[in-house]
């Protein structure tokens, strides 16, 4: 079994609810737009440094990969500048939580078709209850 993947994705999840909390309230110290900016520079940094180290890929095919393939930087810039807006507001939880719900949601309508080159995974009864769940937990929560 592959328990490690779920455990390094459950890593991953807090870490997303810590960074969120952080650039909330760096968005008000510093500015929204400049929170967002710092944390997309200095990450740009930090892997650029990874990547001369522990790089295999071809970056050089980023100008022959398909316009589609690349738009995974302008949804991260929008998804982090949302938090950064909508922390502070209304908090870390339901941030986070109706983050899981939209996440939840489009996940499985991009696996019922099979979209974005995804493996697919058809939507099923239990499968919608899940994100129902999840609304209504977000109604509990608000």
């Known amino acids: 079994m592959k328990i490690w993947v779920y455990i390094i994705a459950l890593v991953a999840g807090l870490s997303l609810s810590v960074e969120g909390a952080i650039y909330g309230e760096l ?3 510093i500015g ?3 929170s967002s900016f710092y944390n997309f520079f200095v990450g740009t940094i930090i892997i650029a440094i990874v990547l001369l180290f522990l790089g295999k890929g071809s970056l050089s095919y980023t100008f022959k990969a398909p ?3 690349l738009t ?4 991260g810039i929008i998804y982090l500048t949302i938090l950064v807006i909508s922390i502070p507001i209304v908090g870390v939880g339901l941030a986070m ?3 899981i719900v ?3 949601a489009m996940s499985m309508i991009i696996e019922h ?3 974005l080159g995804s493996r697919t995974s058809k939507l099923n009864k239990e499968k919608l209850a899940a994100v129902a769940l999840m609304a209504v937990s977000l109604l509990l929560i608000f």
Do not use: R
């Open 27 to 29: 968005g008000k110290s």
């Open 32 to 34: 929204k737009l400049e």
């Open 67 to 69: 316009k589609w393939q």
């Open 72 to 75: 995974g930087g302008l949804l």
């Open 97 to 99: 939580i109706s983050v």
């Open 102 to 104: 939209g996440q939840m």
């Open 113 to 115: 078709n099979g979209w």
